[in-house]
Every structure is written in C-alpha cells, then in structure tokens.
C-alpha cells in the first residue's frame, strides 16, 4: 500500500507559481514511478507529468511543458510539481499517483497507476 498526501495548492493571480508537494508512505518511495494529474471543474482527469522512480526520465503534456517542472527527492518520500506562468485554464484539482509499472508511455493513462492522494485544488484568476 502507498499513501499519498498533497499539499501546496491555493489560490493565485495568472502569471504566478505555485509549488505542489506530494508525500509518500507505505511501499518503498524510491521504486515507485510518480505522476500528476489534473481535473478541471466538469472535464475528465488528465495527465499532466510523470517522473520516473530515479528522477531520470520525465514528461509532460504538452501544454504545461516549459511552466511545470516535476522533481522528487527519494529521501523526503517527496515528489512535487512546480507551477509557472500559471494561467486560469490551469485551474483544477491537482492530484499525485504512485505506480510500480515500468516507467513508459503508459504513464499518460490513469490505469498506469495503482494509488492516488486526494486532490489539492489549484485556482487560477485572470
């Protein structure tokens, strides 16, 4: 089992930044391949990043590449989403995902991952 907590959302002015932090418990955080989905009020989750269990290998959908930045430190059992050029259609519940997969093209899809936290919501005025 993993438990997934995310923290770090709030309200922000387009233009600003943001900082998610998304903390791990349970199974061993450092073999685990993380991703970050969004869900905007009345639309579908979507992908949004995913960060590979070394760090090594990441991706973005394309609309955040260049503004959000995925990292993880392996000894905080920490992975975080670092939100810039924030712009209103960013506004959506954030969440993290924890999977034991191997890291690929899968990561896109919401069945990839096998554990979910619980949402931080993000909002965005123009």
């Known amino acids: 089992q993993v438990q997934l907590v995310e923290s770090g959302g709030g309200l922000v002015q387009a233009g600003g930044s943001l900082r998610l932090s998304c903390a791990a418990s349970?199974?061993?955080?450092?073999?685990?391949?993380m991703g970050w989905f969004r869900q905007a009020p009345g639309k579908e989750r979507a992908f949004v990043g995913a960060?590979?269990?070394?760090?090594?290998?990441?991706n973005y959908e394309d609309s955040v590449k260049g503004r959000f930045t995925i990292s993880r430190d392996n000894a905080k059992n920490t992975v975080y989403l670092q939100m810039n050029s924030l712009k209103p259609d960013d506004t959506a519940v954030y969440y993290c995902?924890?999977?034991?997969?191997?890291?690929?093209?899968?990561?896109?899809?919401?069945?990839?991952?096998?554990?979910w936290g619980q949402g931080t919501q993000v909002t965005v005025s123009p």
């Open positions: 995902a924890a999977s034991a997969r191997p890291y690929g093209s899968s990561n896109y899809y919401s069945y990839y991952y096998d554990y």
């Open positions: 349970g199974r061993t955080f450092s073999s685990t391949n």
């Open positions: 960060i590979s269990w070394s760090g090594r290998s990441i």
